[in-house]
């Protein structure tokens, strides 16, 4: 769905809780987001192992009793590992999401609000920003400040500036040539106070919606670059970095990159269906 797309949908319906019933798919989507959040701030309460030390003689166990998920070639018990793993990759793609929504939307509403020259200057920035692949930039920005879970979450962040001004710009511009808008300079409104009662909380509203799809996203990024081994560093159990470690043992020890690879697409498609919620989509 592109971004004018995604405005538009967002535009034609609120959210609301009616009708939650009839949707199971929702449910579920809210379930899964749910546990993964409760995960991430109190993982004890899931697990009593050691995300980080392992367990003598108990290297590549398959799924058994006492270990849901099976164990690690260190003896690290797999379920234990992407338990405490949520708090760090929810964390950072929470972090990634706020820093692109915060730095995205000033920028789109500067260049809608002002217009002229400085939204051509803007919006070129962006042109430019957007031209570059989002992994690509992404690696540049990590190589720039160095490996980790901060800067990795800062690399995926200003990857997805650009869509953020963007969509931000495209509904200020649409809310300022309304007839309200209008009517509420024609009042005596003064610039300042027409962008802050008016355009502003009738534009955020697909920025919003847009900022959950976007979640899903940053999980995915930060995943990718764990992955690749530009992310968080080991031992951290960070999902990608799961399922990075395990690819070597695929064919002796397939759980121990198919369970972590499958809570990433569960909590993804979790939030990309709430998103749906948000814009307006149905089941």
Known sequence: MSLVDYAAAARKRVPTWQGLQWQPGLWLAWATIVV????????GLFTHYNPIE??????????????????????RDVYTRIVYGASHSLSAALAAVTLGLLVGTVLGVIAGAFAGRVESLL??????????????????????????????????????????ARLA????????????????????????????????????????????????????????LSFL???????????????AEGRNYLSTAWWLT?????????????????SQQFSGGRS
């Open 229 to 243: 081994g530009y992310g968080t560093p080991p031992p951290v159990p960070e999902w990608g970095l799961l399922i």
């Open 258 to 274: 198919t369970f972590p690879g499958v809570v990433v697409i569960a909590v993804v498609l979790a939030t990309y269906r709430i």
């Open 123 to 164: 919006m070129r920035f962006v042109d430019v920003l957007l031209s570059i692949p989002s992994l690509l930039l992404s690696l540049t920005v990590i190589i720039l400040l160095g490996f980790g879970t901060v800067n990795a979450a800062i690399a995926v962040g200003v990857a997805s500036v650009a869509s953020f």
């Open 169 to 224: 710009r495209g509904e200020v511009v649409r809310i300022r040539h309304t007839d309200y808008v209008e009517a509420a300079y024609g009042s005596g409104g003064t610039f300042w106070a027409v962008l802050w009662r008016h355009i502003l909380p009738n534009s955020l509203t697909a920025v919003l919606a847009f900022a959950t799809l976007q979640f899903g996203q940053a999980i995915l990024a930060l995943s990718t």
């Open 54 to 75: 392992g367990i003598a003689g108990a290297q590549r166990l398959a799924p058994q009793a006492g270990h849901w998920l099976g164990t690690d070639q260190l003896g």
């Open 36 to 43: 993964a959040a409760l995960a991430a701030v109190a993982p």
